[in-house]
């Protein structure tokens, strides 16, 4: 796989928060994180990040062990970051964020910027605007699009549609798939188990920070134990 964590086990000082857990994705593939809260959703994808010590297991990216790196040399590597909150500086305007996002690159970002434009043709009418004044959805689109600017290969996001509304998050879920189709690999923690797995090609239940169940997404949705379980019948 393009990237993966295998065998993770680890928490922070205390106990473990995963235990033995195997999470990868494809290029040009949407992998889904779902479960309880508590389950160690957020935790695995931060410890694919770099952001949580493996006290055993290790992390893998195109062929490479990346278990020792940094969260900085990771992002280096070609993966992008998207938390849940606090991920927009709300007094620069929207063209300014997708800037920041290239701070690292030393080479013409504007053709870049035009792939974000037309994914997320909003962004380009509000380019000028404060991204603190757009709404929740219009921000998700600019916390991703800023993320694009790296030019990643793995597209990581956490709880990408949490707080917005059921229009608004289909339309987040319609982006994302359009940014799975340039061929990136994209992995996510979802709490709307159901419509997260409705799109995703492989699909994660994590309980206890172990894995419960692991398929396509229409094959988790099909499972009786995980609609008992998670989706409510």
């Known amino acids: 796989m393009y990237l993966v964590g295998e065998g993770m086990t680890g928490g922070y000082g205390g106990g473990d928060i995963l235990r033995d857990c195997t999470i990868g994705v494809e290029k040009g593939e949407i992998a889904v ?5 508590g389950a160690g959703k957020s935790t695995a994808m931060k410890a694919m990040l770099g952001m949580l010590r493996l006290r055993l297991g290790s992390v893998v990216l195109d062929g490479k062990n990346i278990t020792t790196l940094s969260p900085q040399a990771r992002v ?8 849940q909150t606090n991920n927009v ?12 996002g290239a701070y690292l690159r ?4 504007s053709g870049t910027m035009e792939q974000v434009f037309a994914l997320f043709p909003i962004l380009k009418e509000k380019r000028r605007q404060a991204a603190g004044e757009l709404s929740g959805g219009q921000r998700q689109q600019v916390a991703v699009g800023r993320a694009l600017m790296t030019r990643p290969t ?75 379980s998670f989706l409510g019948g």
């Open 154 to 228: 793995v597209l990581m996001l956490d709880e990408p549609t949490a707080g917005v509304s059921p229009i608004v998050m289909d339309e987040l879920f319609d982006r994302i798939l359009e940014v799975r189709d340039t061929g990136l690999a994209i992995l996510m923690v979802e709490q709307n188990a159901r419509q997260a797995l409705n799109i995703a090609d492989r699909g994660y239940v994590l309980v206890g920070g172990e894995n419960w169940r692991t398929g396509t997404g229409h094959e988790l949705l099909a499972n009786p134990e995980v609609r008992k």
């Open 89 to 100: 500086f709300t007094g620069m305007s929207v063209e300014e964020n997708l800037e920041m």
């Open 106 to 109: 030393r080479d013409d970002i």
């Open 33 to 37: 994180i779902v479960g309880p809260n």
């Open 76 to 83: 280096a590597e070609g993966i992008a970051f998207v938390p």
